[in-house]
């Protein structure tokens, strides 16, 4: 079982950065591939960017060069590094811990962070 967390999200400018943590807890962590996801009233959750047990990265196109995830395992934690922000970027931010096993998918959300980008 791993529980996570999200924090750091709210009400930034247009071109400002924010930086989202999620910390899970369990110390099968480092085992998990994990995502952020963005959900926006009426559309489906998306991929936002994912980092892989050993560290392989990859994002959304619409964020490429913009926003930067990295994991500390030591902290248990992820962190997504989200700068030159723009007003569609807004939507709440979701952690997801994902792992297969020999007995199926193992696959967490946390509660969600709320950020809101203003033009």
């Known amino acids: 079982q791993v529980q996570l967390v999200e924090s750091g999200g709210g009400l930034v400018q247009a071109g400002g950065s924010l930086r989202l943590s999620c910390a899970g807890s369990g110390s099968t962590f480092s085992a998990y591939t994990i995502g952020w996801y963005r959900q926006t009233p009426g559309k489906q959750r998306e991929l936002v960017a994912a980092i892989s047990t050993g560290g392989s990265t990859n994002y959304a196109d619409s964020v490429k060069g913009r926003f930067t995830i990295s994991r500390d395992n030591a902290k248990n934690t992820v962190y997504l590094q989200m700068n030159i922000l723009k007003p569609e970027d807004t939507g709440v931010y979701y952690c997801?811990?994902?792992?297969?096993?020999?007995?199926?998918?193992?696959?967490?959300w946390g509660q969600g962070t709320q950020v809101t980008v203003s033009s």
């Open positions: 997801n811990a994902k792992r297969q096993t020999p007995w199926g998918t193992r696959d967490y």
